[in-house]
């Protein structure tokens, strides 16, 4: 059984830095496709990134791309979510999840993730 928490969020000021992580406390981290999703205020949940079980391949939204940095340490059970340059518009609850898709790249949607942490709130102000 995969079990997510996140941990990282927080306050801060556009422009600013945070690095979000999820751990797992199970041993078979390794066998699932990780990826991070995030829901404002009023907005359906959204995909953020994607990473293979390798940890090789990343995948990301549109509105992140060059900005955020999903990594992964299987030996840590751990996936990280680096982001840069915040701006206020990326204020969400951040979501880590687990997928069984073997093709990670396409799982971009809520419904193909099977496990899911508590998340955590990023605010960014302006």
């Known amino acids: 059984q995969v079990q997510l928490v996140e941990s990282g969020g927080g306050l801060v000021q556009a422009g600013d830095s945070l690095r979000l992580s999820c751990a797992d406390s199970?041993?078979?981290?390794?066998?699932?496709?990780m990826g991070w999703f995030r829901q404002a205020p009023g907005k359906e949940r959204e995909f953020v990134a994607s990473?293979?079980?390798?940890?090789?391949?990343?995948y990301y939204a549109d509105s992140v791309e060059g900005r955020f940095t999903i990594s992964r340490d299987n030996a840590k059970y751990t996936v990280y979510l680096q982001m840069d340059s915040l701006k206020p518009d990326d204020t969400a609850i951040y979501y880590c999840?687990?997928?069984?898709?073997?093709?990670?790249?396409?799982?971009?949607?809520?419904?193909?993730?099977?496990?899911w942490g508590q998340g955590t709130q990023v605010t960014v102000s302006s």
């Open positions: 999840a687990a997928t069984r898709e073997l093709i990670v790249a396409r799982a971009t949607t809520q419904q193909q993730y099977d496990f």
């Open positions: 199970g041993r078979t981290f390794r066998t699932y496709g």
């Open positions: 990473i293979t079980r390798s940890g090789i391949t990343s």
